[in-house]
């Protein structure tokens, strides 16, 4: 992080390349056209995690159809969101300096072909291809996105943050279940028609980005904001060090579920593969509901508390799920869906606020990092599976909300004044 600047006792705004494009003040309200912009991303958003969410939903036709291990599963999990967790700060650090007006709408593009080849792949390898282009699609709409959304928040940006990451968390959730109404009875073809839900978001990010356009025009003469740190140099790499670990505790059990969620109540209750669907609706269903829930609240009793009580708060309930019945499995997957959800939005907005005027690169580097985290753990996850059983990637995953006692370690909220 090249710009960031030594801590001192008296910071005067200093207009600074890195910051070309100063979000309102803190506390001034969004205008109307403003929380247009925030809920076309927000739509977007889920449009963008619907497509993304189609190659783990068809996991079990994919497993079936080409006779997968879980291994290559996880692989295919790896290569998705490796290739996204490897862009996506080289990107938002990029935009930082250089804004590209039009990104947006192209990187929906790479995840329409990228739906394409999903389609008509009939070899492994181009599975990999597939997954690797839905992979850059979201490497390019997350950062620029999460910027945006800041910038038209009116210092609003927990629920700026939810708002925009709601679309996503429910994209998520129609993913498998699209896939259990259509998909599955249509095969692996019908992942084409998810391609017209591509041209719809490229339609409205065309339009996202005149906005933003214009909002940079207008924001020319204004003077940029303080880009110098709240904290010594040393701090902010140590909180920023910190938030990752919480992001990864919460990300490889994500992962467990998003990858092999549907594979585990399949094995330990015997049921089929569109009621195993249902159930991992229910849970991203919840995770949308926690997701929208995290910003407002962290805008109200401070973001340091969302995440105490997201993470840590937590561990109760995963303890209890793999000895639970199928009835008490569904509640727990709800309560640790929504609960679990609510951190990362307060995640991003701490970092942020920790090293002012880098909202592309941090967004980057948290989107990107979950996205490596959840496809490194899906990979890892997949060959423990193979080994010792799927039940027991539950167990050994409901230890990772411990991690939640990190929370301590993080400084005093860094308010923006």
Not at 61 to 76: D, E, P, S, V
Not at 352 to 364: D, F
Not at 379 to 397: E, P, R
């Amino acid at each position: 992080m090249d710009t960031m600047g030594k801590h001192t006792g008296a910071a005067q705004p200093v207009p600074t390349a890195a910051n070309a494009n100063p979000a309102p003040a803190a506390g001034a309200a969004a205008t109307p056209a403003a929380m247009s912009v925030i809920l076309a991303l927000s739509l977007c958003h889920f449009l963008n995690d619907t497509m993304q969410s189609m190659l783990s939903a068809i996991y079990p036709m994919l497993k079936a159809n080409y006779a997968l291990t879980f291994g290559q599963i996880g692989l295919l999990t790896f290569t998705f969101q490796f290739t996204a967790s490897l862009l996506q700060p080289l990107i938002g650090a990029y935009t930082d300096k250089r804004p590209i007006g039009y990104a947006l709408p192209i990187g929906m593009g790479f995840t329409m072909v990228g739906l394409v080849l999903l389609a008509v792949a009939g070899h492994y390898w181009l599975l990999l291809g597939a997954a690797s282009l839905v992979g850059l699609g979201s490497a390019v709409f997350h950062p620029e996105s999460s910027r945006i959304a800041r910038l038209a928040s009116g210092g609003r940006h927990g629920t700026a943050q939810s708002i925009f990451q709601l679309g996503g968390n429910f994209g998520t959730a129609a993913g498998p279940l699209l896939a259990a109404f259509i998909v599955v009875p249509g095969g692996q073809g019908s992942v084409a028609w998810f391609c017209l839900a591509a041209l719809c978001g490229m339609v409205i990010l065309t339009w996202v980005s005149r906005w933003y356009g214009n909002y940079r025009r207008a924001a020319a003469g204004r003077p940029a904001l303080s880009t110098l740190l709240r904290h010594s140099r040393r701090r902010v790499v140590f909180t920023l060090g910190i938030l990752a670990l919480l992001v990864f505790s919460k990300n490889i059990y994500m992962a467990s579920f998003s990858s092999y969620y549907t594979f585990y109540v399949m094995e330990r209750f015997d049921v089929s593969i569109r009621d195993s669907q249902m159930l991992l609706f229910l849970f991203l269903g919840a995770a949308a509901v926690g997701t929208i829930a995290g910003g407002p609240i962290g805008d109200r009793i401070g973001t340091k508390s969302v995440i105490w009580v997201s993470i840590l708060g937590v561990l109760p309930f995963t303890l209890m799920l793999p000895y639970a019945d199928l009835f008490w499995t569904a509640v727990l997957t709800v309560i640790i869906g929504m609960v679990l959800a609510s951190a990362f939005p307060a995640i991003v907005v701490f970092a942020q606020e920790m090293v002012p005027g880098r909202v592309g690169l941090i967004a980057g580097l948290f989107f990107g990092f979950a996205f490596g985290m959840g496809g490194i753990a899906a990979a890892v996850l997949g060959q423990i599976a193979d080994i010792k059983g799927i039940v027991y990637v539950y167990t050994l995953c409901s230890y990772l909300p411990f991690l939640g006692l990190l929370t301590i370690l993080l400084p005093k909220e860094p308010r923006t004044a």
